[in-house]
């Protein structure tokens, strides 16, 4: 578990994955094209979509995916009930560990909403 902001946190890995870009264009437009079409609203709306992201990044313990989804979500204007409610599901899910995490998920919804 990190204790980098997440604003930084998020620079930092894009920063990393502009590398990988270059060295791996194919396998990044690929994952960027399953990103895309994943998320695209059809049954389900964008935000649910982000908000089952944000919960699987959870359950899995993954700093960088609560970083990015949390930032998708705040951009979205996710009202926090929703915010929380899927943390909730993504604890009962996940257990101990990810109570962690979604605390995580927490301190990154309130430092990206200081951007307003």
Do not use: W
């Not at 994943?38 to 908000?51: D, I, Q, S």
């Amino acid at each position: 578990m990190s204790h980098l902001s997440f604003k930084t946190l998020t620079q930092d890995l894009n920063q990393a994955l502009a590398t990988f870009r270059a060295d791996q264009a194919d396998t990044m437009a690929g994952f960027s094209s399953l990103a895309k079409a994943a998320l695209a609203p059809g049954a389900l709306t964008a935000v649910h979509k982000e908000l089952m992201a944000l919960a699987i990044g959870v359950a899995g313990h993954c700093d960088g995916c609560i970083g990015f989804h949390v930032k998708a979500l705040r951009r979205m204007d996710v009202p926090r009930d929703q915010f929380m409610e899927t943390l909730a599901v993504a604890v009962y899910m996940g257990g101990g560990p990810s109570l962690m995490y979604a605390a995580e998920a927490v301190r990154a919804y309130e430092e990206f909403e200081a951007d307003g």
